[in-house]
């Protein structure tokens, strides 16, 4: 808590004004200023997510990029072991600027789990 107060605290947002037709600005007091926030409307796309995510995989080194495919299990049908799977998410961390928790990233250990994984959360890139 004391993290998020201290950022934002030092966060600027930029403020846009509002011209309503016909009214008096000293009527609408507040509501005068709207701040623009984040929305998802920016966040990636499906098909984004499993691009990036199946390019991730497939330069893997000891990855045969003709068997990957968004279903591809890293240890059963690609032969990894699980050093290689925490190698291949420790990739698309970096790749879409994420930290994955470690619970979470145990829980990863395929193509469709890493894309609903990076698809669902918020802050990926």
């Known amino acids: 808590m004391a993290l998020r107060n201290a950022v934002l605290r030092h966060l ?3 403020v846009q004004n509002l011209a309503v037709r016909g009214s008096n600005q000293s009527q609408i007091g ?4 709207i701040r623009a926030f984040s929305s998802h409307d ?3 796309s499906k098909q984004d997510v499993v691009d990036r995510v199946l390019d991730v995989v497939k330069s893997f080194p000891k990855v045969d990029p ?8 890293f240890q059963k049908d690609l032969g990894l072991d699980s050093l ?3 190698e291949i998410v420790m990739a ?3 790749e879409f600027k994420l930290e994955i928790p ?4 145990d829980k990863i250990d ?3 789990l890493a894309i609903e994984y990076v698809f669902n959360h918020p802050m990926s890139s």
């Open 12 to 14: 600027r947002v930029p």
């Open 30 to 33: 507040f509501l005068g200023s």
């Open 42 to 44: 920016d966040h990636l």
């Open 66 to 73: 003709a068997k990957v495919t968004p279903e591809v299990h």
């Open 84 to 86: 290689d799977t925490v």
């Open 92 to 94: 698309i961390e970096e």
């Open 102 to 105: 470690d619970k979470e990233a």
């Open 110 to 112: 395929s193509c469709s």
